[in-house]
T-cell receptor
Framework: GAVVSQHPSWVICKSGTSVKIECRSL??????MFWYRQFPKQSLMLMAT?????????EQGVEKDKFLINHASLTLSTLTVTSAHPEDSSFYIC??????????FGQGTRLTVV | AQSVTQLGSHVSVSEGALVLLRCNYS??????LFWYVQYPNQGLQLLLK??????LVKGINGFEAEFKKSETSFHLTKPSAHMSDAAEYFC????????????FGGGTRLMVKP
């Protein structure tokens, strides 16, 4: 099966700093990647859809200036949480779509802002 | 438009008992349907998927699900629960078009009592 690697798995940062999360499709090219946020005991909420070489499409209510998404290649998308605050603490999960198939998920990143 | 409803945010069964997790969907086109399992602080793992072939789909760990178009349902079952099945389960629907997102249900937490 297809493999999607997300890094780091855990990150703790100070309030006001920025954190970058990487999502890589290891054995296939992903034209589309998705970023989700999951609050404790809740389902996944789509934050944005990322297409290689173009600007990401953000869901309503998601601050594009705070959650910067870059999809520079067919195998890598990054999510940067800028000027992080404690309320940004959450579990972030990416998925990569292989054309004609289902989406494959990364293992998630637990972000804690202190 | 597509949506997913999982009936019951928490389900508790005894070890060895039948597991039944309910999922109903709505979709304007014939859907692809998925069940994912999430263990604490981990990403999502695909259990099984329906892609318009056989209506009874067998997945990993002894799980199976049946697609019933007339009921717009895709319930997940396992004949005999194991302690290791305790986790969060998500049903998801996808239109099958590249670049379109998965839509997730709210999730069901399965608890297995000894």
């Amino acid at each position: 099966g297809a493999v999607v690697s997300q890094h780091p798995s855990w990150v703790i940062c100070k309030s006001g700093t920025s954190v970058k999360i990487e999502c890589r499709s290891l054995d296939f090219q992903a034209t589309t990647m998705f970023w989700y946020r999951q609050f404790p005991k809740q389902s996944l909420m789509l934050m944005a859809t990322s297409n290689e070489g173009s600007k990401a499409t953000y869901e309503q209510g998601v601050e594009k200036d705070k959650f910067l998404i870059n999809h520079a290649s067919l195998t890598l998308s990054t999510l940067t949480v800028t000027s992080a605050h404690p309320e940004d603490s959450s579990f972030y999960i990416c998925s990569a779509e292989r054309t004609g198939n289902e989406a494959f998920f990364g293992q998630g990143t637990r972000l804690t802002v202190v | 438009a597509q949506s997913v409803t999982q009936l019951g945010s928490h389900v508790s069964v005894s070890e060895g008992a039948l597991v039944l997790l309910r999922c109903n969907y709505s979709s304007s086109v014939p859907p692809y349907l998925f069940w994912y399992v999430q263990y604490p602080n981990q990403g999502l793992q695909l259990l099984l998927k329906y892609t318009s072939a056989a209506t009874l789909v067998k997945g990993i760990n002894g799980f199976e699900a049946e697609f019933k178009k007339s009921e717009t349902s895709f319930h997940l079952t396992k004949p005999s629960a194991h302690m290791s099945d305790a986790a969060e389960y998500f049903c998801a629907v996808w239109s099958g078009n590249a670049g379109n997102m998965l839509t997730f249900g709210g999730g069901t937490r399965l608890m297995v009592k000894p």
